[in-house]
């Protein structure tokens, strides 16, 4: 753990953890069986907030790298000048929630007061099916066929079998499909149709980011959801013509302020909301389902895979996510 002391007598301290998953959880890019974490801790005063981040490969961070980016920052950061200080990603993520979580500890309210919004309630989510073979993934269905909202990993050329033994595990699950950047403007496509015809609701990002101009005039008869394609606002004039909804996750954003942000920019212009997630601890859930409140789409499911969780974790029930309790954040 590393910390970085000045005379205010504001503390930034990084810790790795890990979080053992149930059950190996696969998508297109590979296999894993923990979640590896860092939490962020921010002290001032006596008082603690916290934060977790997800460093993700995709966007070339490493453990390593976002703790080095923290520890760059100076030890009396406001989250005002964090937003200069950082790039959008996980690093600022971490820190951003755990000065929010401190000024909520220190002030005796909520973030959501804090913030200005609405007290937050249970939102449905979606839980992620783990790629598989279709008869593994028609069980994995059958299992899970209880929840309102299923997501499928896909991305392979194998998809439409494992989606049809999906369907048929959970006739009634709404179902939403992650492409992970694994089709072509061809693909998508020839699989266009049978989305629709198997009740697939919405699905995210079909095209790698980088080739998702092919999106403009293309049928969307399923709306089409920007995850890699969306980082922050800066995203959204790149989107046009192409998206329907923007998935956003705080890992992505660079936490909760430009999530927020975001938010309110992207329904401004049209666009429908789906927050998403890495696979991470309840903390890093919890700043999330203020951002989830109304979405189309809440996918918050991280702590639903994990054997293990931290010691005050989100609530879900039949009602969905519940918002955090202040003993966990915010």
Not at 16 to 24: D, G, I, Q
Not at 154 to 182: F, H
Not at 258 to 285: F, N, P, T
Request: proline residues 7%; charged residues 25%; contains cysteine.
């Amino acid at each position: 753990m590393g910390a970085i002391k000045d005379e205010v007598s504001q503390v930034i301290s990084v810790q790795r953890e890990r979080f053992k998953l149930a059950e190996v959880f696969t998508i297109s890019r590979g296999s894993r069986t923990e979640a590896k974490v860092l939490t962020v801790r921010v002290t001032k005063n006596g008082v603690t907030g916290w934060g977790e981040c997800v460093p993700y490969a995709r966007y070339s961070e490493t453990l390593d790298s976002v703790t080095e980016e923290i520890a760059g920052l100076p030890a009396d950061v406001t989250r005002e000048a964090l937003q200069s200080l950082l790039p959008a990603g996980a690093a600022r993520n971490a820190v951003d929630c755990a000065l929010w979580d401190l000024e909520a500890k220190s002030s005796g309210k909520r973030v959501w007061e804090l913030a200005g919004l609405p007290a937050p309630k249970p939102e449905i989510t979606a839980y992620t099916l783990s790629l598989a073979s279709p008869e593994e993934m028609e069980a994995q269905a059958r299992k899970h066929a209880f929840r309102p909202l299923l997501k499928i990993k896909l991305g392979t050329p194998d998809d439409m079998p494992r989606l049809e033994a999906v369907r048929r595990g959970a006739p009634d699950a709404r179902i939403i499909v992650d492409a992970n950047e694994g089709w072509s403007a061809d693909v998508y496509a020839d699989l266009a149709p049978h989305l629709v015809r198997l009740g697939v609701a919405l699905v995210e990002q079909p095209l790698p980011a980088g080739d998702d101009d092919a999106l403009i005039g293309m049928d969307r008869p399923v709306p089409v959801c920007a995850d890699e394609s969306c980082h922050d606002r800066e995203s959204l004039p790149k989107l046009a013509g192409k998206y329907d909804v923007v998935n956003i996750k705080l890992d992505k954003t660079g936490g909760l302020t430009e999530a927020l942000a975001l938010r309110d920019a992207a329904i401004k212009q049209g666009y429908d909301i789906m927050v998403g997630c890495m696979v991470g601890s309840s903390l890093a859930m919890a700043p999330a389902t203020l951002v989830a409140q109304g979405a189309v789409i809440t996918d918050l499911d991280g702590p639903l895979l994990l054997a293990e969780d931290r010691a005050k974790p989100l609530v879900f029930d039949d009602a969905g996510v519940h918002p955090p309790e202040a003993a966990l954040w915010g």
